[in-house]
């Protein structure tokens, strides 16, 4: 059946009161929907809490501390990151309270290797990125410390089928060598494909061998990061939909040809103050590419929505309420497979 997720960023600073909310409003579905609780991100905690240090506080052997331009590789653990490992304790904590009981698919959202080699800096000198040595270091950092991970989710939460959905929003750039360096002057060298798809492969590798059973890849907004994924041996891929034209629509179409699954990002509801919000406009930007391409609409019963990060100002109840939406529109969904 059609489902229903997200990608992890939250509004507020409550991690038991966001967890809560997620789980219980996706527990609560329609019969046709599979609503998928995900593991929440809260951006509003500051650097510690946000996509980047979530994942700085579960790599293994590679400490990083803030610096005057973000995250960067350090000596040894520090404050920092003892701030960002509290905050990964306390949303696990909180997990174990709002999930009790809860038997079923479970998404654990991170950020992936490459996309946090052109974010975060070394020690000394330019992003990871710039040096190949220090690209498979976050490789091997990110696959051992979210195989760690996945088991510490499915030990406070024995019931969960753990799904990792892989973040990787600068995959397109890092394979077209379009991420800069710091002095501006010229991007860093790019990433070749094959290196990405074994990199991408040895953690879904890792996560899998820790009892997850399945890794997506969320390419972002470019559907030409959906080549390297393909080659890889990841499950799935993920991809926001909105904008990606008929080119991006026949690369989703080889993902689900090759028998993998693909979780697209809808573009938010618009809403009028005649019409209210928009649902079978967000259902139609899934299904009717879909068709233009040729994909089966029976095939629609495999994919899971995804609820993109909330805009910066953001309350709980909007996230809510977007989070509601998607549901809705996951119905719409999975009755056109039907048709």
Do not use: N
Not at 34 to 63: E, I, M, S, Y
């Amino acid at each position: 059946m059609t489902g229903v997720s997200g990608v992890g960023p939250w509004p507020g600073t409550d991690a038991l009161e966001a967890a809560s909310t997620v789980v219980g409003d996706l527990v609560d579905t329609p019969s046709e929907v599979v609503g998928t609780p995900f593991t929440v991100l809260l951006p509003a905690r500051g650097p510690w809490g946000d996509a980047t240090g979530a994942a700085v506080a579960v790599l293994a052997d590679l400490p990083a501390e803030l610096g005057p331009h973000g995250w960067k590789l350090a000596d040894r653990p520090g404050r920092d990151l003892e701030r960002a490992r509290a905050h990964a304790r306390e949303d696990l904590d909180a997990l174990a309270v709002a999930a009790h009981g809860y038997a079923g698919p479970l998404v654990l959202p991170a950020l992936g290797p490459f996309t946090l080699a052109a974010d975060v800096y070394l020690a000394r000198g330019d992003r990871m990125l710039s040096d190949p040595g220090a690209v498979r270091d976050a490789v091997g950092s990110v696959a051992a410390g979210l195989a760690e991970r996945v088991a510490d989710v499915r030990r406070v939460v024995p019931g969960a089928d753990v799904r990792v959905l892989l973040r990787e929003p600068l995959l397109a750039p890092v394979l077209a060598g379009a991420v800069p360096g710091f002095s501006g002057r010229a991007p860093l060298r790019r990433v070749p494909g094959p290196v990405v798809a074994e990199g991408l492969g040895a953690v879904a590798d890792a996560v899998r061998a820790a009892g997850a059973t399945a890794l997506v890849v969320h390419g972002g907004t470019a559907w030409s990061a959906l080549a390297a994924v393909r080659a890889s041996s990841a499950d799935g891929a993920a991809l926001a939909v909105a904008g990606i034209g008929e080119r991006g629509w026949e690369e989703v179409a080889q993902v689900v040809e090759d028998g993998r699954a693909f979780w697209p990002e809808l573009p938010p509801q618009a809403s009028s103050q005649c019409a209210g919000p928009d649902v079978v406009g967000q259902a139609d930007a899934l299904t009717r590419p879909w068709r233009a391409v040729g994909l089966p609409a029976a095939a629609l019963r495999d994919v899971v929505l995804l609820a993109g990060a909330p805009p910066e100002r953001a309350t709980p109840d909007d996230a809510r309420g977007a989070l509601a939406g998607l549901v809705r529109a996951a119905s719409l969904v999975a009755e056109r497979a039907e048709g």
